[in-house]
């Protein structure tokens, strides 16, 4: 059985009600859902809400699962476009109580909040210094192993707009990791990239 196949069957199952079929569909989609969600917007609470809330939004509408990409994809979508929301609702609360102009607020995460245990603190510091857009094509291109085209119909941009925010956020993360970011020896051995 195919992948695709196996997906609209799971997102048939738990459509009609098999918890069995739902739970499958949560375990393999939760970790990675919600430490995407954590680094795009640097609150951990506000990330497990939108987890939440990503996964009410998708058991409304399995029924429309039409299984032309991966439910891990269609539910990474109904999670970043939740994000973006959160992110816009958060930059209007700012902008409401302090006054700024969308050009001056930049709400950035802040990922002293966000913990994970395995993963080292710099690459956390150098994450939060992209922007929000340089991090989501890093985190979806090289994490989750999308393609420039699958990156631009998430984020709903073009996709040399999203090439170019994948060159820029690994320069920046080969800046900020320094001495850290693996590199082409000099005795000819090659190392990993960014």
Known sequence: MSDATRDRELARQAAQGDEEAWQAIYDATCDRLFSLLCYQLGDREAALDLLQDTYVRAFQRLDGFRG????????????MRLAIDWKRSALLKIKRTVGL?????????QTERVRFESEDRNLH???????KNQRAVLLLHEWEELSFAEIAQQLEIKESTVRVHHVRAKQKMREALGDMAPRVEAQGLEGLEL
């Open 101 to 109: 102009t969308e050009r001056t607020a930049i709400v950035e995460p």
């Open 125 to 131: 510091d150098a994450l939060a210094r992209l922007s």
């Open 68 to 79: 032309e990409a991966s439910l891990a994809s269609w539910l990474r979508t109904i999670a």
